[in-house]
């Protein structure tokens, strides 16, 4: 809950979140269940803001699509002490199920009901001319909120973006908190439809600025259509959101003046926190899991993130360069928006564009706030295609544990990179071929049972 909520407000939103957490236990109950009578409802603009400024609900997403890349393996001991859910889904099995772990499907749509219900009771109060611009945030917050959480449930659980979408099957599209609403599946070119539509009309109604960082301002929406756009690979678009964002806020944080990643109230790259905090129990705890020896070995001596963002202990490589670093939980993964994932959105997009000398100009800005002062020479390219291959090398060491890697993966695929993942445990290889069916994971198996929707072709 954030700092700038009174305690009269939070006694006020109790019995408003306990609605939420009462009807978003499974998705059929909230669509099922009509809330009880005595519970109180929102009914002023402070209401709404506060339910809102929950931020461990709105601010939290899932880390599975880290869980099911390539920056990191489990040790054979955390992978046989895991769940069934995990271990399967680890390996890529077809028959891999989400029993334990339903929260990665439930969790979402709790937030994105929470916006849903700010954005129905929203049109029913009465405002007054000074309440016009806490109008404004309270209906562009809600509208991110609901578009981030479809987006992140759109890498899990349907096809990446491709010619097929109008038919490709899409989420499920919770745009009114009404339990009468009907369970149905959308296709994948509706769920994008809707994604890129409730962050335009957000980008819109959002301030420049706002007091906290769980409070998406008018950047993270324009940096947030970038990145939607780019796992669309639509790079004309990605690049001009890109563009827009940065025009907004492009500040950078220079590791040169810091030994750890600082917290994110310290951190100036950041425009909207989230963090991944519905995946498996210790994925990032070094006991648990070790980063990928050939991703630790493209960072040079001077490379700043070297020393800040791993360690090392008896060879073995473990992760602590969380932009969440003041959470209790320091492991989760930061899958916010922040502005060196969007310089990195902008170089990529001007040299697919065949503009490679502004493409690097992005490059180096970013990277010189990487490496030890007076050590890096800007990088040059002898072309566009040369200078897209090094934005894409240093696109995976900046934003590694970001929950942006499946996503590249997918729409590399389906460009061509024909890349496979694998798993070694005890000897025995498991792999996941380029555009497997698998690159979608399947739904809960109570939700299909519940609501009775389609679960995902095997």
């Known amino acids: 809950m954030h700092q700038n909520i009174t305690l009269?407000?939070?006694?006020?939103i109790i019995p408003l979140f306990s609605m939420v957490l009462a009807m978003n236990s499974s998705c059929k109950k909230y669509l099922n269940e009509k809330p009880k009578q005595n519970l109180a409802t929102p009914s002023t603009l402070s209401d709404l803001q506060a339910l809102l400024d929950n931020g461990?609900?709105?601010?939290?997403?899932?880390c599975y699509s880290e869980f099911l890349a390539d920056n990191y393996y489990l040790t054979a001991s955390a992978w046989s002490g895991a769940t069934i859910d995990d271990r399967l889904n680890y390996t890529w099995d077809k028959d891999a199920k989400l029993i334990s772990r339903s929260s990665i499907w439930n969790a979402p749509y709790s937030a994105i009901y929470n916006a849903n219900l700010v954005l129905d009771y929203l049109p029913n109060i009465k405002i007054s001319a000074s309440d016009s611009t806490s109008y404004k945030n309270i209906k562009g917050t809600a509208l991110f909120c609901r578009a981030f959480m479809f987006y992140q449930l759109a890498q899990l659980f349907c096809k990446p973006f491709t010619s097929s979408a109008a038919t490709d099957l899409g989420i499920v599209l919770r745009t009114t908190a009404a339990v009468e609403a009907a369970s149905t599946r959308s296709t994948v070119q509706q769920t994008y439809d809707q994604i890129i539509n409730d962050l335009t009309i957000a980008s819109v109604f959002l301030p420049a600025t706002t007091l906290f960082s769980t409070q998406p301002n008018n950047a993270a929406a324009c940096g947030l259509l970038a990145r939607v756009y780019l796992s669309m690979r639509d790079y004309e678009n990605a690049g001009i959101y890109a563009g827009k964002a940065l025009n907004l806020n492009n500040s950078l944080l220079n590791y040169n003046a810091i030994t750890?990643?600082?917290?994110?109230?310290?951190?100036?790259?950041?425009?909207?926190?989230?963090?991944?905090?519905?995946?498996?129990?210790?994925?990032?705890?070094?006991?648990?899991?070790?980063?990928d020896s050939n991703l630790y070995k493209t960072y040079g001596a001077d490379d700043l993130r070297k020393q800040i963002c791993f360690t090392v202990s008896a060879g073995a490589v473990s992760w602590q360069g969380s932009y969440t670093s003041e959470f209790i939980h320091v492991y989760d993964p930061f899958d916010g928006v922040a502005n060196d994932e969007i310089y990195l959105v902008r170089a990529e997009c001007l040299a697919r564009a065949g503009s490679k000398d502004a493409a690097m100009a992005d490059l180096n800005t970013l990277l010189k706030n990487r490496y030890k002062a007076g050590t890096f020479t800007g990088l040059t390219a002898s072309d566009a295609n040369d200078a897209l291959n090094i934005i894409l090398t240093e696109r995976r060491k900046e934003l590694v544990f970001r929950g942006l890697r499946w996503t590249d993966l997918r729409r590399f695929n389906v460009e061509g990179a024909n890349i496979t993942l694998k798993r070694d445990i005890n000897?025995?290889?498991?792999?996941?071929?380029?555009?497997?069916?698998r690159w979608s994971i399947l739904i809960p198996e109570v939700e299909i049972n519940r609501s009775g929707i389609q679960q995902n072709p095997r």
């Open 56 to 62: 461990y609900s709105n601010g939290n997403s899932t």
């Open 260 to 291: 750890k990643i600082p917290g994110f109230k310290q951190n100036p790259e950041i425009q909207f926190l989230s963090r991944g905090g519905y995946g498996p129990i210790g994925l990032f705890d070094p006991a648990a899991s070790r980063v």
């Open 427 to 437: 000897g025995t290889v498991y792999t996941l071929p380029p555009n497997d069916l």
């Open 8 to 12: 009269r407000t939070c006694l006020k």
